[in-house]
């Protein structure tokens, strides 16, 4: 077998990860206390939440110093570039899509910051022409294409682009026969894609208004509204549609019909899954906006129309969800018709595309697709080439065939043509690997009991022939919230972790979207240590199966998975050699005071709430830190242009941990520039980031040599 210490010439050393000389830069410790409910919390670093200041910058820099040192003096560092540079560079495309008589695709040649748009005419497997090359907006590759939007007609498209990793996005409008921007320009505007009306004279599409006194990665986003934007007018015309000016936390965003006639409104309390839906007849005399689902008592999303019946995947009485009709004409619930029934598998969601509904399920975690036709009958499922997972199947009513991309941990994405009539799928594109064959590794799912015997998936992929002797350097990753799945995926970055002899671990927690409502709901507000639970017993599963043990054993999480990683490395510090957790919501008593924070609180809960906030505070990851524990090494990675997870939620856990902890094993933080919350982040931070995290948990395995 192709050992990791074998590629890099590793032996294991003893002791090695201890901080030994580490001296961690000054943070003062303030005197701030909250007081909940009669409980008051100290807040020793609350004036890292000024982190324009003097004071938080000198901080930066020092932090950053220290990390740079100590990661660019672990050996083998060369030899990790190499074999992760080597395998990301591969082409890799999206599934193309028509836009009347254009079609459009984006490529990445391999190692290009950011991938390119492209056009063509006539069919996919014609020529094609750059319509948008966002690597040449930037010389560090950091302006990325963050969406886009076609006319129906294909003649104009609609697009967003945001600067330094920032959510915030410009949008603009160009030309696609010319290449050429026309004048209008668009700010405040995220978490938003645009929609065009039928004659292509404007669009639609979600926007704020500027945050108030310029501070634009700090300030809490409230109230977006809906705006038409006619085409050629000055954004100050645009025309509000609709927006909630009774609650400033609710996201909108809208949609208009295949066919011109609708214009679709989804409504939904911070990021609950479950939402309203209004529509506006486009073609009446008189348009307004009317409730179709007026109350959020279930997830609707909107997937299509035939004439008067709208399309929805809901989860209303069906918690691992249905497909529904509704008629505007009568659109009580009383005549809501089933079309697709639910069943045991999970539906993550459903596309109308060549007169069909394609409906793509979890399946343990994994993609499975079927076929139906708009009176619901079964059409057929597509066969997939494994277990893996699916998306695409973008397209309009009147398309004979529809693209989709297929792959796993690890298997690059392969892009297929599916064609309708038929339900045949044809090989479009697939990549060609250079340092990984996909043929020696194998992916296998396991079951295992959490603390309180609830059976949860994980997915484990090594190399063909591991030995289960229980020294395997192994990554256990998780995410465990928002009602969203993690399902296998290829990332070159996983795939140089196997290449180098690692085992590769990912637990499907409570929380996630995997086994519809309840597993989500099993996993939020008052029930949230389930999920902390879930990936602790997830590394027990691991160390008692052979997999590995606490000496080679790291965690990673982003995002929420960041709060996973740094509540779970508390509450378990002996079960692992190191920590990753990136970009966290770690301070749970501040998250809503920041940018869109305010809308986690439908998972998390809120401070406002005297349960909610004891239970909070009882894995708050900055509240809980302890003297004299003896911490994983752990890696705290932010970016400083971060206005989804304020940064300051990285700068305070890591001074408490370093206060805590000075001794100990390594406790760094990394803190990326004109870097956000991680998409658009060019290819080359990502090889970086990549290096510096493998160097960092083989260190700490004692591998590094």
């Known amino acids: 077998?192709?050992?990791?210490?074998?590629?890099?010439?590793?032996?294991?050393?003893?002791?090695?990860?201890?901080?030994?000389?580490?001296?961690?830069?000054?943070?003062?410790?303030?005197?701030?206390?909250?007081?909940?409910?009669?409980?008051?919390?100290?807040?020793?670093?609350?004036?890292?939440?000024?982190?324009?200041?003097?004071?938080?910058?000198?901080?930066?820099?020092?932090?950053?110093?220290?990390?740079?040192?100590?990661?660019?003096?672990?050996?083998?560092?060369?030899?990790?570039?190499?074999?992760?540079?080597?395998?990301?560079?591969?082409?890799?495309?999206?599934?193309?899509?028509?836009?009347?008589?254009?079609?459009?695709?984006?490529k990445n040649n391999g190692l290009q910051n950011q991938s390119v748009l492209y056009v063509g005419t006539g069919s996919p497997d014609a020529g094609w022409r750059v319509l948008l090359d966002p690597n040449r907006l930037s010389p560090d590759g950091t302006v990325a294409l963050k969406d886009a939007a076609f006319s129906e007609d294909g003649r104009l498209m609609a697009y967003g682009l945001s600067d330094g990793g920032s959510d915030w996005e410009i949008w603009r409008v160009r030309d696609v026969a010319t290449g050429k921007d026309l004048p209008d320009t668009l700010r405040w505007i995220k978490f938003a894609g645009a929609t065009w009306n039928k004659d292509a004279s404007g669009f639609f599409y979600s926007g704020y208004a500027a945050p108030p006194g310029g501070n634009v990665l700090k300030a809490a986003n409230q109230y977006q509204k809906i705006y038409f934007h006619p085409l050629?007018?000055?954004?100050?015309?645009?025309?509000?549609?609709?927006?909630?000016?009774?609650?400033?936390?609710?996201?909108?965003?809208?949609?208009?019909?295949?066919?011109?006639?609708?214009?679709?409104?989804?409504?939904?309390?911070?990021?609950?899954?479950?939402?309203?839906?209004?529509?506006e007849d486009l073609g009446a005399a008189q348009p307004q906006v009317v409730p179709l689902m007026a109350e959020p008592d279930a997830a609707y999303s909107?997937?299509?129309?035939?004439?008067?019946?709208?399309?929805?995947?809901?989860?209303?009485?069906?918690?691992?969800?249905?497909?529904?009709?509704?008629?505007?004409?009568?659109?009580?619930?009383?005549?809501?018709?089933?079309?697709?029934?639910?069943?045991?598998?999970?539906?993550?969601?459903?596309?109308?595309?060549?007169?069909?509904?394609?409906?793509?399920?979890?399946?343990?975690?994994?993609?499975?697709?079927?076929?139906?036709?708009?009176?619901?009958?079964?059409?057929?499922?597509?066969?997939?080439?494994?277990?893996?997972?699916?998306?695409?199947?973008?397209?309009?009513?009147?398309?004979?065939?529809?693209?989709?991309?297929?792959?796993?941990?690890?298997?690059?994405?392969?892009?297929?043509?599916?064609?309708?009539?038929?339900?045949?799928?044809?090989?479009?594109?697939?990549?060609?690997?250079?340092?990984?064959?996909?043929a020696d590794y194998e992916t296998r799912q396991v079951f295992y009991r959490s603390k309180d015997g609830t059976r949860v998936p994980m997915v484990i992929t090594a190399h063909k022939g591991v030995k289960l002797d229980g020294d395997n350097p192994t990554i256990l990753y998780g995410y465990g919230g928002f009602n969203i799945p993690i399902l296998p995926d290829f990332s070159p970055a996983v795939a140089g972790w196997l290449a180098m002899g690692g085992v590769f671990a990912v637990a499907n927690l409570r929380g996630g979207g995997e086994y519809g409502r309840a597993w989500h709901e099993a996993g939020m507000k008052l029930h949230k240590q389930n999920v902390f639970d879930d990936f602790a017993w997830a590394a027990k599963y691991l160390i008692a199966q052979k997999w590995t043990n606490p000496q080679r054993l790291a965690i990673r999480g982003a995002s929420n998975g960041g709060l996973l990683v740094a509540a779970t490395e508390e509450q378990h510090p002996e079960l692992f050699a190191a920590a990753v957790p990136q970009v966290g919501v770690l301070d749970m008593l501040r998250f809503a005071d920041f940018t869109v924070g305010k809308g986690w609180e439908s998972d998390y809960g809120s401070v406002q709430n005297e349960a909610e906030f004891k239970a909070m505070l009882a894995y708050s990851p900055y509240q809980n830190v302890r003297t004299g524990v003896g911490y994983p090494a752990t890696l705290v990675i932010t970016g400083d242009h971060d206005d989804r997870v304020f940064p300051a939620h990285s700068f305070k856990f890591t001074a408490a941990m370093q206060h805590a902890d000075r001794r100990g094993k390594p406790i760094l933080i990394r803190i990326e520039t004109r870097a956000g919350h991680g998409q658009g982040k060019p290819t080359a931070k990502q090889i970086d980031e990549t290096v510096d995290v493998y160097a960092f948990i083989l260190k700490a395995f004692g591998m590094a040599r």
């Not at 080597?86 to 009347?100: F, M």
């Not at 214009?263 to 990021?271: S, V, Y």
């Not at 059409?379 to 397209?395: M, Q, Y």
Request: proline share 7%; charged share 20%.
């Open 302 to 438: 909107f997937i299509g129309n035939v004439g008067s019946q709208l399309y929805f995947v809901t989860d209303k009485d069906a918690p691992r969800y249905r497909v529904i009709a509704v008629d505007t004409d009568n659109p009580v619930p009383a005549h809501w018709r089933t079309v697709v029934p639910e069943n045991g598998d999970t539906i993550e969601s459903a596309h109308m595309v060549g007169g069909q509904i394609v409906v793509r399920y979890m399946r343990d975690a994994h993609s499975a697709v079927a076929r139906f036709a708009p009176d619901g009958k079964a059409l057929g499922e597509v066969r997939l080439p494994g277990i893996g997972t699916v998306s695409g199947f973008a397209g309009r009513f009147d398309d004979p065939v529809t693209f989709y991309s297929f792959s796993s941990y690890t298997t690059p994405p392969s892009i297929y043509r599916l064609d309708l009539a038929s339900g045949k799928s044809t090989l479009w594109r697939t990549p060609e690997l250079s340092g990984f064959d996909p």
């Open 1 to 106: 077998m192709f050992r990791l210490f074998a590629v890099l010439s590793m032996t294991v050393l003893t002791n090695v990860a201890a901080a030994a000389g580490l001296e961690y830069p000054s943070a003062g410790r303030g005197d701030h206390v909250d007081d909940f409910f009669g409980v008051r919390v100290p807040d020793p670093y609350r004036w890292m939440e000024n982190i324009d200041s003097p004071q938080v910058g000198r901080w930066i820099r020092a932090e950053n110093r220290l990390t740079r040192a100590y990661l660019e003096a672990v050996p083998g560092r060369a030899a990790i570039r190499q074999r992760l540079t080597r395998i990301w560079n591969y082409p890799r495309w999206s599934p193309p899509q028509r836009h009347g008589r254009f079609w459009s695709v984006t």
């Open 232 to 279: 050629g007018q000055p954004q100050s015309a645009d025309r509000v549609i609709y927006g909630r000016t009774d609650a400033p936390d609710w996201y909108v965003g809208a949609q208009v019909t295949d066919d011109g006639r609708y214009l679709l409104i989804e409504a939904e309390h911070g990021t609950d899954v479950r939402n309203t839906v209004l529509y």
